[in-house]
């Protein structure tokens, strides 16, 4: 996946198409983000002792990855990554397709 978690990314498609924020998870397995403050729903929380209160809690759901961009300063950006290094010293660097910049 090439979102991960701490990047900035732009939502751009969906009900929050537009809005910003940062990557909290990034979930491999199901190709999916959690982005602050984007596709946030209420949920009905139980008290959990005999005597506390049981509330309403606003979290943010998981986003399919294919619906955000990374942003690099205030543009999208399109990932791809190059190799470095020889041998076995090679490693793999995500970079921004229009700039050719590392991330």
Do not use: C, W
Not at 28 to 54: A, L
Not at 74 to 95: A, L, M, N, Q, S
């Amino acid at each position: 996946m090439k979102i991960k978690k701490g990047d900035t990314v732009k939502v751009i498609a969906g009900k929050d198409k537009g809005k910003t924020g940062e990557v909290s998870i990034a979930l491999k397995d199901t190709n999916q983000v959690v982005v602050e403050g984007v596709n946030e729903v209420k949920r009905h929380q139980k008290n959990t002792r005999s005597r506390s209160q049981g509330q309403i809690i606003e979290k943010s759901m998981p986003i399919h990855a294919s619906n955000v961009a990374l942003m690099e300063g205030k543009k999208t950006v399109r990932v791809g990554y190059i190799f470095e290094g020889e041998g076995d010293k090679r490693k793999k660097v995500r970079v921004a397709r229009p700039s050719g910049k590392k991330i």
